[in-house]
Nanobody, 124 residues
Framework: QVQLVESGGGLVQAGGSLRLSCAAS????????VAWFRQAPGKEREFVAS????????YYADSVKGRFTISRDNAKNTVYLQMNSLIPEDTAVYYC?????????????????WGQGTQVTVSS
């Protein structure tokens, strides 16, 4: 299993950028599919982006396509979410999640392991 810790959130103006990191602690991180989800207060958790264990397959929610990029560095046991052209609707707590040996589907359930989240606030 793995433990996940997100960082990099903060306050940014609309149109700005942030880079989120998810540091993983555990063995065989390269065998884990990873994903980012987000949740705004009073709203349902929603899928943002995912990457297969190999890194060869990625998937983005329609709301972030062309603006967000998910990546990973297995040597550093870290997953990233580069967020550009941010809009107020991106405001949420962002969570990373992971599952061993499989990609994480773009549904609400997410993966088997979760981080504590990092707050992203986009002002108008």
């Amino acid at each position: 299993q793995v433990q996940l810790v997100e960082s990099g959130g903060g306050l940014v103006q609309a149109g700005g950028s942030l880079r989120l990191s998810c540091a993983a602690s555990g063995r065989s991180f390269s065998n884990y599919g990873v994903a980012w989800f987000r949740q705004a207060p009073g709203k349902e958790r929603e899928f943002v982006a995912s990457m297969s264990p190999s890194g060869g397959s990625v998937y983005y929610a329609d709301s972030v396509k062309g603006r967000f990029t998910i990546s990973r560095d297995n040597a550093k046991n870290t997953v990233y979410l580069q967020m550009n052209s941010l809009i107020p609707e991106d405001t949420a707590v962002y969570y990373c999640t992971a599952s061993r040996f499989r990609s994480i589907p773009p549904v609400a359930g997410g993966g088997d392991y979760w981080g504590q989240g990092t707050q992203v606030t986009v002002s108008s």
